[in-house]
């Protein structure tokens, strides 16, 4: 594999006939109208993440591929939440950044616990709840400023002890399923027990 970056948000990756079959890219995928399997894709961007420092994995992105002559394949993959992203990094005090919120379930109360008190040793600053809906799960929701492309990297830690969920989903559905434990400053009630 070899690749070639274009830009802040855009690469050109060129795959020989050899990583083809490695990726099990199907011969189907000559064709301009087939699109290529998740899989394949999953694990072509792992791998241009590990070489090129190119991290398209949480982001929405838009992919070209292309048969090339040699018998391999060409991809153009650019990342589309990359601008906001930036802005938000870059000038936070030029510019308000956006409010993100995030919605997380747990089985159970010690990996909230858990999760509260990591969020408590970073720092976290933002607005939390937590509830407990009809089926006895905790739901933590989070509020703060920040890129919402970078949400599921920021709380990548998360996926360990709950599910990220839709928050505007799981506010409908906590309004009439659940009940409200801590409406406010949740982290900071939760994170040091």
């Known amino acids: 594999m070899e690749w070639i970056r274009i830009g802040e948000n855009k690469i050109k990756v060129m795959l020989t006939p050899e990583d083809a079959a490695r990726y099990e890219l199907s011969p189907a995928c000559r064709k301009e109208s087939d699109v290529l399997s998740g899989s394949a894709f999953r694990a072509i961007l792992s791998d241009v993440r ?26 153009f993959i650019t990342k589309m939440g990359v601008e906001l992203t930036r802005k ?5 005090t030029q510019k308000k950044c956006a409010t993100r919120t995030v919605a997380l ?7 909230l616990i858990a999760v509260c008190r990591r ?47 839709a928050a505007d989903t799981a506010r ?10 801590a409406p406010t400053g949740a982290v900071e009630k939760i994170g040091v027990l």
């Open 50 to 75: 590990n070489a090129a420092d190119f991290d398209a994995c949480e982001d929405k992105v838009y992919v070209q591929l292309y048969p090339s002559k040699t018998g391999g394949f060409e991809l």
């Open 88 to 92: 938000c990094e870059v000038a936070p």
């Open 105 to 111: 379930s747990f089985e159970g109360l010690p990996p």
């Open 119 to 165: 969020l408590l040793e970073r720092g976290f600053t933002g607005k939390s709840a937590v509830y407990l809906d009809d089926g006895h799960r905790y739901w933590l929701l989070l509020e703060e400023k920040g890129a919402p492309t970078r949400l599921k990297e920021d709380y990548r830690f998360a996926r360990e002890y709950g599910e990220f969920e």
């Open 172 to 181: 409908l559905l906590l309004a009439e399923h659940g009940r409200c434990l």
